[in-house]
């Protein structure tokens, strides 16, 4: 092109072709998008609903890989629900002591923070986790609240798509020492009633056992709307009465909000004897008492 010969400026930048736009849209924080982006005007508002820019960005995040092939009901549901998903649970492996954590009942000699393998135990299948919590001869429990708005995930979200939320635990014994252990989650609305729930029957391990660690998991998946908190509640005592921390010891618990949503009876795996209260609790709600 001649160096005199003048050039035309853009008048507006929609006047790109809209494969730029894509891409340009594609570089910009997506609650950016969303709450700055978008309502500027239809061009930018149809283009930021396709769901090829979020496809687009979920590789570009690596919440995909090229070669995906699950079906996506909604790749912008599905890119939030990424770039959220972590464990809400804090120091679930005692690395920080007590830290984050609600002393419910902390009976006999209290809890205690212990290295693993631990007197008469066994290594844990995951060589990252290093320790673990213990419990005494009478009741120690401990929870946590997760507040899940406070964790980002805004409330149209939670309502409407209703991402489904994985619970796990991991327990074990002393191979010297029998023990009870249990666990208690709760779904819950802002004002604090049990929207559903997650309550397996306690489990009893025997003295002389193999000190196996265990894990337990629950899925809640079509739950009611209006969830807002989670109350995670664990524990347990020996059963030999010993002064000490003879009871069973917990590490590496989880909560996770899935990318999935899954529109059926809730999923779950754990010991014999669980009790699921989901739909009787969405027809009765009813208040926990809750650590606030």
């Known amino acids: 092109m001649d160096a005199s010969e003048p050039t035309t400026a853009l008048a507006s930048i929609n006047e790109l072709p809209e494969n730029i736009l894509l891409e340009l849209f594609l570089h910009v924080p997506a ?7 978008r309502p500027v005007c239809s061009l930018w508002r149809d283009l930021i609903d396709l769901m090829i820019l979020w496809k687009r960005k979920c590789l570009r995040d690596g919440f995909i890989t090229k070669d995906w092939d699950q079906p996506v009901e909604d790749w912008k549901i599905c890119y939030f629900l990424r770039s959220l998903q972590r464990n809400l649970l804090r120091n679930p492996c005692a690395e920080e002591g007590m830290l984050a954590w609600q002393i419910d009942t902390e009976g006999g000699n209290y809890w205690k923070v212990e290295s693993l393998p631990g007197a008469h135990g066994t ?32 409330k149209e979200l939670l309502d409407t798509v209703r991402p489904d939320i994985m619970v796990r635990d991991w327990f074990a014994a002393r191979a010297d020492c029998g023990c009870t252990y249990q666990l ?33 998991s629950h899925t809640f998946s079509d ?10 509640r664990h524990g347990g005592q020996d059963t030999q009465y010993w002064a000490g921390w003879y009871g069973p010891r917990v590490t590496n618990s989880s909560i996770v909000i899935s990318h999935k949503m899954t529109r059926n009876a809730a999923s779950s795996e754990a010991q014999p004897g669980q009790k699921h209260r989901q739909e009787e609790a969405a027809q009765s709600p009813y208040k926990v008492v809750l650590p606030i």
Do not use: H
Request: charged share 20%.
């Open 31 to 37: 609650r950016q998008l969303l709450l700055n982006c």
């Open 123 to 154: 290594d844990f299948p995951d060589p990252k986790v290093k320790k673990y919590f213990v419990t005494s001869y009478e009741m120690c429990l401990k929870s946590q609240l997760v507040d899940l708005v406070a964790n980002g995930y805004w």
């Open 184 to 216: 208690k989650v709760y779904l819950a609305s802002a004002d604090y009633f049990v929207l559903a729930s997650f309550e397996p029957e306690p489990v009893t391990i025997e003295q002389w056992n193999d000190a196996a660690w265990r894990e337990v």
């Open 223 to 232: 739950y009611p709307p209006g969830v807002r908190y989670i109350l995670f």
